[in-house]
């Protein structure tokens, strides 16, 4: 599959999703009237937390926007999935469907369903509205750190301590492919124009993978630093991985050359997110900040410093305006990012 090819895909999706998410609708679904946290509070200086979410009891492992940009849900140690009001912070649902820690949770791109994987060595599916389960998925031998919906919502890829990715269908569980890492893994990611999958280990390895025929693209090997996220950037040329030796790179996708290093952090780096617009990258760690910086220089814009223990997860809301990071203090702040 020619570069060409995914970069075309990719920015024609991009552009997709941000003209329709900033006018209040989502992509994949009907128009909703509703404003963006992001249209009330573009004004505030950079930072500026919009509101702090309380609803968990241990700490936050990983949080995702609705598409729409209207709710968030959390998971937790605490056994749920929080689903609560982007704006205002009032809790909407809580999913309580998993026997342990929820390690991992993903929004379906249409809004309708959430995926969340957990401790159990289970994914459930579940309505994003109502939070009545669909299905479960039990491919797996091992708790299940990452989960990942495709873009089209048919397919969802989700893996773990076993060491096994696994793409399966969303609607019925039926297991179409699996790979097979040299460790536990810690986070997959996948890219926008569909084709790619990006896989970051625990024995510091990153794989990027061609979802369609199984072909290897590229392997990393780091010295033996683990890797704890990994992020696309929206035109699929690049990724960023997030590593216990307090980095952030980011690499040339299509080469598989090595672009720049973010060194910011004074610790282990846990969360890294790439904003849909393609300028920043966001990335959290045991340092207790969230770090902006220029995604074509490495260049530091702006440190978060309102939590009180280490940042576990981040997410830029799709029009790129906000953050919302969670972690060991068992909240989720939303906050200014541009």
């Not at 009330?40 to 968990?56: A, D, F």
């Not at 690049?238 to 980095?247: I, P, R, V």
């Not at 997860?313 to 203090?329: E, L, Y």
């Amino acid at each position: 599959m020619s570069s060409t090819r995914y970069s075309c895909l990719s920015l024609f999706l991009v552009c997709c999703c941000l003209g329709l998410l900033l006018t209040g609708c989502s992509p994949f679904s009907k128009a909703t009237t509703t404003p963006l946290v992001a249209a009330r509070s573009t004004s505030l200086p950079l930072g500026t937390t919009i509101l702090t979410y309380h609803g968990h009891s241990k700490k936050v492992n990983s949080i995702a926007w609705s598409p729409d940009g209207r709710r968030i849900a959390s998971a937790s140690d605490d056994g749920t999935v929080q689903v609560w009001d982007a704006s205002s912070g009032r809790n909407v649902l809580t999913y309580r469907g998993h026997s342990g820690p929820v390690l991992a949770v993903a929004w379906s791109f249409d809004l309708t369903h959430i995926a969340s994987a957990g401790d159990d060595a289970n994914v459930q599916v579940w309505d994003a509205s109502t939070g009545k389960r669909v299905l479960t998925y039990r491919g797996h031998a091992g708790p299940v750190t990452t989960v990942a919906w495709s873009l089209n919502g048919q397919h969802i890829i989700s893996a773990g301590d076993d060491g096994t990715v696994q793409a399966w269908d969303a609607t019925t569980g039926n297991t179409l492919l699996t790979y097979h890492t040299s460790s536990r893994v810690s986070q997959v990611a996948w890219s926008l124009d569909g084709y790619r999958i990006a896989v970051g280990e625990a024995n510091g390895t990153v794989q990027v993978w061609d979802i369609t025929t199984g072909q290897n693209l590229f392997t990393y090997h780091s010295q033996g630093s683990r890797v704890n996220g990994v992020a696309w950037s929206p035109d699929g040329k690049h990724f960023a991985f997030a590593s216990d030796d307090g980095t952030v790179q980011a690499w040339d996708a299509l080469t598989g050359k090595h672009v720049l290093t973010y060194q910011g952090h004074s610790g282990p780096v846990s969360g890294v997110a790439w904003s849909l617009d393609g300028k920043y990258i966001a990335s959290g760690g045991d340092d207790m900040t969230v770090q902006v910086w220029d995604a074509a220089t490495g260049n530091r814009i702006f440190i978060y410093h309102g939590h009180s223990g280490p940042v576990r997860a981040v997410a830029w809301s799709f029009d790129a305006t906000h953050i919302a990071s969670g972690g060991d203090d068992t909240t989720v702040q939303v906050w200014q990012a541009e």
